[in-house]
């Protein structure tokens, strides 16, 4: 079974994360961060992904340590619970129309760390979170699950839309990319033999 636990304390927050990549897409969230539990309710259940976050974060100061924290312990769970990587697709990508949002999503587990993240939000907040912390959570995840992931947004003008499109369309993107390739289940998909 690819599950991972993943626990973080720091003198800002305090996280602990479960994940289970071959799950049903069923979650317990709760970070502080009322956006952000709506956020990751949505990727695990696009993701089908079994997910359990606690976050006791200093969101009296602001929600930025809480959503950063919360991203690196992401990227630190897929990274463990994908393990060697053997049989894994490697890459995914999802085009996905959130009414008048248009997302589009690709991803590399590639072992290299790169975001294109090219979505425009017409908003600083939605209620109170910050949308600039969209960015920081994915910089946050692929950071500490090497990958390459583009995040595009050709049209848009609802932040609430192309916000949530974002996670959605990552979510089913990295669906694709750790599901186990049945063909190539004993191969590391690279002709370096790693990943």
Same mark, same amino acid.
């Given at each position: 079974?690819?599950?991972?636990? =993943?626990?973080?304390?720091?003198?800002?927050?305090?996280?602990?994360? +479960?994940? $289970?990549?071959? !799950?049903? !897409? =069923?979650?317990?969230?709760?970070?502080?961060?009322? #956006?952000?539990?709506?956020?990751?309710?949505?990727?695990?259940?696009? !993701?089908?992904?079994?997910?359990?976050?606690?976050?006791?974060?200093?969101?009296?100061?602001?929600?930025?340590?809480?959503?950063?924290?919360? !991203?690196?312990?992401?990227?630190? /769970?897929?990274?463990?619970?994908?393990?060697?990587?053997?049989?894994?697709?490697? @890459?995914?990508?999802?085009?996905?129309?959130?009414?008048?949002?248009?997302?589009?999503?690709?991803? %590399?587990?590639?072992?290299?760390? @790169?975001? $294109? @993240? %090219?979505? +425009?939000?017409?908003?600083?907040?939605?209620?109170?979170?910050?949308?600039?912390? =969209?960015?920081? #959570? #994915?910089?946050?995840?692929?950071? $500490?699950?090497?990958?390459?992931?583009?995040?595009?947004?050709?049209?848009?003008?609802?932040?609430?839309?192309?916000?949530?499109? /974002? #996670?959605?369309?990552?979510?089913?993107?990295?669906?694709? /990319? =750790?599901?186990?390739?049945?063909?190539? /289940?004993?191969?590391?998909?690279?002709?370096?033999?790693?990943?």
């Amino acid at each position: 079974m690819r599950i991972a636990t =993943v626990e973080r304390k720091t003198a800002e927050t305090d996280i602990c994360l +479960k994940l $289970n990549l071959d !799950g049903t !897409g =069923v979650s317990n969230i709760d970070t502080g961060v009322g #956006f952000m539990d709506h956020m990751l309710t949505l990727f695990a259940k696009h !993701g089908r992904f079994d997910l359990d976050i606690t976050c006791k974060g200093d969101t009296n100061v602001d929600d930025h340590h809480s959503v950063e924290d919360i !991203g690196i312990c992401l990227g630190q /769970a897929f990274e463990k619970a994908l393990g060697d990587k053997k049989g894994i697709v490697r @890459y995914g990508s999802m085009i996905l129309p959130m009414d008048e949002a248009l997302i589009l999503t690709a991803i %590399d587990i590639s072992g290299r760390t @790169y975001l $294109n @993240y %090219d979505l +425009k939000i017409p908003t600083a907040k939605i209620g109170t979170f910050d949308t600039e912390l =969209v960015e920081e #959570f #994915f910089w946050a995840f692929v950071r $500490n699950m090497p990958s390459s992931l583009h995040i595009k947004q050709p049209d848009g003008r609802n932040a609430h839309h192309i916000v949530e499109g /974002a #996670f959605k369309s990552v979510a089913r993107s990295l669906k694709q /990319a =750790v599901a186990i390739d049945k063909d190539f /289940a004993d191969e590391i998909p690279s002709t370096k033999g790693v990943l």
